[in-house]
């Protein structure tokens, strides 16, 4: 599948100073890209060299204790393998959704450097995260892990008292094993903290209009992840539809994800093929 590349120039550094200036009963706005946006677009995330679709394909909606509502539908195999044919090669997963097989299946016959497979690490002993990395790359089937983040982080002081699972990760990565680390953050004090910190090479951000389920209010979010870029950090969006709260303002929460100016890429977790190539229609059609 041909898979265009979007550039964003000065597009974007307007569509980050409207942001600042129209906040509206709560909700931010933003105004249409100037170029075509495709879901397969070809992105860099930040420094790190990885390209990757501009979209994500999330594996672990309402994902915990090793299941997720992708996994309990027992079709994420085919549903992945659909969206590699529709040209997202970006597959997001995790320990604690259980959705390792079916992104090995999925991948499994397909080349290994066409695709990015980020995963995340829930432990906080250094020993037991080690181990962690050696059990994801055979549960995965991978000789290594693109991008590996430490998972749901909300201390403030995480850079401190997290360095020995920070430094297993920087042992892996200059081993080969996993071509970037980073975090996921759950409170502003945590992001804030990644955004001081050269560690993080990818930070996975919460991020929508309205606020739901996100670290502080949108404004307060995006001045992180202004400083964030500014550093040359790769940022990849979650929570773009609010956990559901915007389930059905879809294209007012896309429209923003890419009108704000601050996100390589993103991910959202379809649970059916056919919600997957409405999600992919609503990216074009925004």
Not at 83 to 99: E, H, K, P, Q, V
Request: charge should be neutral.
């Amino acid at each position: 599948m041909n898979r265009r590349k979007f550039i964003a120039g000065a597009a974007a550094g307007a569509g980050a100073a409207y942001l600042a200036d129209h906040a509206i009963a709560g909700v931010l706005e933003v105004p249409a890209h100037a170029g075509k946006v495709e879901a397969h677009d070809s992105v860099t995330l930040g420094k790190t060299g990885i390209r990757t679709s501009r979209l994500a394909m999330g594996t672990g909606t309402v994902g915990a204790g090793g299941s997720s509502n992708q996994t309990r539908s027992g079709g994420l195999t085919r549903l992945l393998r659909t969206g590699y044919d529709r040209g997202l090669i970006f597959f997001d997963t995790a320990d604690s959704y259980g959705s390792h097989p079916e992104v090995a299946e999925a991948v499994s016959q397909v080349p290994r450097d066409k695709v990015v497979i980020m995963t995340k690490c829930d432990h906080r002993d250094p020993k037991e995260a080690k181990a962690d990395i050696d059990r994801y790359r055979r549960e995965l089937k991978a000789d290594y892990i693109d991008i590996l983040l430490i998972h749901c982080v909300t201390e403030g002081d995480w850079t401190e008292r997290y360095r020995g699972v920070m430094d297993v990760f920087e042992e892996a990565k200059q081993k080969k094993i996993i071509r970037a680390h980073g975090v996921s953050c759950h409170s502003i004090e945590a992001l804030r903290a990644a955004a001081r910190s050269p560690w993080v090479e990818v930070d996975l951000v919460r991020l929508n209009p309205v606020g739901a389920h996100m670290d502080a209010d949108p404004q307060t979010v995006l001045g992180v992840i202004k400083e964030m870029r500014a550093q040359g950090k790769g940022i990849i969006g979650m929570k773009i539809l609010g956990q559901g709260a915007m389930r059905t303002r879809q294209d007012e929460a896309l429209r923003f994800a890419m009108g704000s100016g601050v996100l390589d890429a993103f991910t959202i977790g379809a649970e059916s093929e056919s919600e997957q190539a409405d999600l992919i229609s609503r990216i074009s059609a925004a």
